[in-house]
């Protein structure tokens, strides 16, 4: 059964960008260029509140999706701890560039079946989720491990029949699965021991929120610019890796503690003693140049995907890196103290 919050999500999202896309813009943007957040939001009320409303009760109808999917198992995914929301609510945003990059881009058929979409993010943000959440701690859980792989096949299926069944959609679907599992078993191959990524290559931390972007992805072929498949993915693993960057940084005293060493970890000394994950990671994030580092190698990744996006003629998917960078900027200045004042 479809869910109404689902069903009325593009149609919302649209109807506010219809009506003004400059303050729709300016609106989405407003949160991440201003201090005074509240300010921001009273400045560009109406729009705000017609997103928050757009946005309102999603969260509740994924918890619904993930309730029915999982009752005939005789489980509960939505109370697992490994089940993150946090997940969907990191999403969202994404899922209404979508919205408005299709409409821009004149798919209407795929936005008559945006509900469908939803409902298939649920599965596959849950699915990579838990694995993710799995493989990451000490203890992995046999029934979450295996009930991941069975929203991910959800996810996929309920996605291919969205975009069609394609030698160039299940390309896609395997490319994405292939980067996440294959940055999961390096990372894992090396837990405790270094960090699996390399300081001139950090484009490789976008490898594992791939299936977040997908629908843009499955969009190309119905566009005609399935020859401009690996630009895409290039700018999607660019701009994906800035957000795993700006997560690493935010999980870093939980990921010490597990040995698990980040991109962020990178150049770091003492980060074997588990015991000292506190103190560790409280050193690295006063250090001003291992910090400056970080964004500055985040700043040349969103360059890149401006300039190939600029090459692309696609103005649209620039805005979500302009979102993206406003978000790194926000972080860095608000909870590494970076540039100081």
């Not at 300010?39 to 560009?44: A, C, D, K, N």
């Not at 977040?212 to 992805?217: A, E, S, Y």
């Not at 140049?289 to 300039?307: D, I, K």
């Not at 692309?312 to 590494?336: A, G, H, M, S």
Request: hydrophobic letters at 45%; glycine letters at 4%; charged letters at 25%.
């Amino acid at each position: 059964m479809k869910n109404n919050r689902f069903q009325s999500f593009a149609p919302a999202i649209l109807r506010v960008y219809r009506r003004d896309k400059e303050a729709f813009w300016a609106a989405v943007m407003a949160p991440f260029m201003s201090e005074t957040t509240f300010l921001s939001l009273w400045q560009h009320r109406k729009v705000t509140a017609d997103l928050f409303f757009a946005f309102q009760g999603l969260d509740d109808e994924a918890r619904q999706v993930l309730k029915d999917f999982s009752a005939p198992l005789g489980i509960d995914v939505t109370g697992w701890k490994n089940n993150r929301t946090q997940y969907f609510k990191d999403a969202y945003p994404i899922f209404a560039f979508l919205a408005v990059w299709m409409d821009e881009s004149g798919l209407t058929d795929f936005l008559t079946q945006f509900d469908d979409i939803l409902r298939s993010a649920v599965y596959g943000v849950a699915g990579y989720g838990i694995l993710d959440m799995n493989v990451d701690g000490s203890a992995a859980s046999p029934v979450e491990i295996l009930t991941s792989q069975a929203l991910i096949a959800e996810y996929e299926t309920l996605i291919l029949q969205v975009f069609g069944v394609s030698p160039i959609n299940l390309e896609v679907l395997h490319r994405m699965r292939s980067l996440f599992l294959a940055a999961e078993i390096k990372e894992k191959s090396k837990r405790g021991k270094a960090s699996p990524y390399s300081l001139d290559k950090p484009e490789d931390c976008g490898a594992k929120g791939a299936h977040v972007v997908t629908p843009f992805m499955l969009s190309l072929e119905r566009l005609g610019k399935v020859h401009l498949i690996d630009d895409y993915w290039r700018v999607f693993l660019l701009f994906g890796a800035v957000i795993q960057i700006i997560d690493d940084w935010t999980d870093l005293e939980g990921d010490l503690v597990v040995g698990h060493y980040s991109y962020v970890t990178l150049g770091a000394k003492d980060l074997h003693d588990t015991r000292q994950a506190r103190q560790v990671a409280k050193a690295l994030r006063s250090e001003p140049r291992h910090v400056a580092q970080t964004y500055e190698r985040s700043q040349e990744m969103l360059a890149e995907a401006r300039a190939i996006l600029e090459r692309l003629n696609d103005p649209f998917l620039v805005r979500l890196v302009d979102v993206t960078d406003l978000r790194l900027q926000t972080y860095f200045r608000k909870e590494l103290k970076y540039p100081e004042s």
